[in-house]
């Protein structure tokens, strides 16, 4: 196995391990918010049933604490009619109330007929009526005998003898002591008395004073029978509670089961033998907790993603930086090989021309020649790298002049014949004879791409044919060689800076700036350059330039 690809393994094994680790990562942040998630459902499953109850005993809340106490408006002048209408709009207004009796009696010193006797203190009913609602009519109204079912005013009439009794008329009674005195709640209903004036309690106490009269003073009283049936139950979690109903109190434990959730609390007031009976299947809990997980797993996942993401870009950043790290390391080996070169030809011919006392024209001649050559091999490397940092810095202008294309071709087929005697270099023009352009640029193009396929053909097949046309509104620019071609895996890399295929070819005069310098030599012009290779066979450049 190689250095690289052990250092590719063991970076493969570093992101592997990361992504497994977050994974895990990922997986038990999902699987704990799950269990949170659950947990906090139930204890809502559980909590939220006070909110249902208020809800729902609401308008029994409003018929004891508002609607009951009119009847203390009407001052004990409540006739039939009047109490019937009371009556019909309780009805519409309550439907859990089933029936109101209501009583009419009068308090006074008349011991005769008397309900309640409390030594001068007489209370007596006078009329009892039953109202019951009827569908898309007014209430119906049956007369009682006074003489019986009466045990409720019984117990109210006493409440009120025993409030006359101990009352302070110096001050209005407290709402606690109105409430314990005009209201009796019992289950399934409710009696009141209409709160006498203090004015009148005042009277009342005089005549348990032995104070005589004549005078007898009206009173009301109402009970109201309830059922809890009638409730309206306000189902303020339909996500929590699948089924609420209502239920008589028993004291059997509750026991979930594990399909169901069960919870109840008991109805407060005159429905204090009820409740209310909640009931969840498991799946509908279930249901609610996935509803409420998917934010929570939106969340994590772009965490998890964020996380991956940064990963990427920082395993990016330093695979850029390693290639780029690679590429200038190579540039820098490269450039000084090319630099090494001709300075130790220079510096032979140096030491040659300082050692030799006398030198014959021939050997003169020929060390200027070695000098000059490598002067230019070296003011030609400088030159490109200049050139090539100008273009990248966009700090070239285009000079356009008008080329003649056969005599342009010509001289630089000339120029390389000459330089490389064994390399065959033939062309051919169609459709085209000038071209406007910059012919420094253009040369430079040409000078490269000539450059280049020597470089990368073997001895034997050291051949380049050109072929410049103009098709329709651009002029084409191939450039076919046989030398070794280049591997699909290595056409998106070669117009890279300072990359050069690994050959036996590429070791002489190559740092990697040729074909990366045509590219952008071509893009300044705005240009396209492209490549078709086969390995072993040869390849082509294809430039498109705008006529």
Not at 210 to 239: C, W
Not at 398 to 405: F, H, P, Q, Y
Not at 505 to 524: H, P, R
Request: aromatic share 12%; with cysteine.
């Amino acid at each position: 196995m190689t250095k690289n690809e052990s250092i590719y393994r063991k970076n493969f094994s570093l992101i592997v391990a990361f992504i497994v680790l977050i994974s895990a990562i990922l997986v038990a942040a999902l699987l704990i918010a799950y269990g949170l998630t659950r947990k906090y459902v139930e204890n809502e499953f559980y909590s939220n049933k006070i909110e249902v109850l208020e809800k729902t005993m609401q308008p029994y809340n409003d018929l004891t604490l508002n609607k009951i106490p009119e009847i203390t408006a009407y001052q004990g002048y409540l006739t039939q009619a009047s109490a019937a209408k009371y009556a019909d709009s309780v009805f519409s207004d309550y439907p859990f109330v089933k029936s109101i009796d209501f009583y009419h009696f009068d308090i006074s010193s008349h011991r005769e007929r008397a309900t309640l006797d409390n030594g001068n203190l007489s209370i007596s009913v006078r009329n009892v009526f039953n109202f019951t609602p009827v569908e898309g009519k007014k209430a119906k109204s049956v007369k009682i005998n006074a003489e019986k079912n009466i045990d409720d005013f019984k117990s109210m009439a006493f409440k009120l003898s025993s409030f006359i009794k101990t009352a302070d008329t110096a001050r209005a009674p407290t709402s606690d002591e109105l409430f314990k005195t005009f209201y009796d709640i019992k289950p399934n209903k409710i009696s009141y008395i209409n709160n006498p004036r203090r004015e009148e309690i005042k009277i009342y106490k005089d005549l348990l004073a032995n104070e005589r009269s004549a005078s007898v003073y009206q009173q009301d009283m109402m009970t109201f029978h309830l059922s809890p049936f009638g409730l309206d139950i306000k189902n303020t979690h339909p996500e929590l509670y699948e089924h609420i109903s209502i239920k008589q109190v028993v004291y059997d434990p509750l026991d979930n089961s594990d399909t169901e959730m069960f919870t109840e609390i008991a109805l407060p007031g005159a429905f204090s033998d009820y409740k209310l009976y909640f009931q969840s299947n498991n799946g509908f809990i279930t249901k609610e907790t996935v509803r409420r997980f998917l934010p929570v797993t939106g969340l994590v996942l772009a965490v998890y993603l964020f996380i991956v993401l940064i990963g990427w870009l920082i395993y990016r950043n330093l695979n850029v930086n390693h290639k780029l790290f690679k590429l200038q390391y190579d540039f820098i080996n490269n450039f000084t090989h090319e630099f090494k070169t001709p300075v130790s030809v220079i510096k032979i011919a140096g030491s040659n021309l300082r050692s030799d006392s006398e030198l014959t024209t021939r050997q003169r001649m020929h060390y200027g020649k070695i000098l000059d050559e490598e002067a230019d091999k070296l003011n030609d490397l400088m030159n490109k790298l200049l050139s090539f940092t100008q273009l990248e810095n966009k700090s070239i202008h285009l000079k356009t002049e008008t080329i003649d294309l056969k005599a342009f071709v010509e001289k630089y087929i000339d120029t390389f014949t000459i330089k490389y005697p064994l390399f065959k270099l033939t062309y051919e023009i169609k459709n085209v004879k000038s071209f406007d352009t910059d012919p420094v640029l253009m040369g430079s193009i040409f000078q490269n791409m000539i450059d280049n396929a020597y470089k990368y053909s073997p001895p034997e097949r050291k051949e380049l044919h050109i072929v410049v046309e103009r098709i329709k509104k651009e002029l084409v620019l191939r450039f076919r060689d046989k030398g070794i071609g280049i591997p699909q895996k290595e056409i998106k890399n070669i117009f890279k800076k300072f990359y050069r295929i690994e050959s036996l070819y590429n070791q002489n005069g190559s740092v990697g700036l040729g074909l990366a310098f045509c590219k952008e030599l071509v893009n300044f012009m705005n240009g396209d350059i492209t490549v078709s290779s086969k390995v072993n066979e040869g390849s082509e450049f294809k430039i498109t330039l705008p006529y």
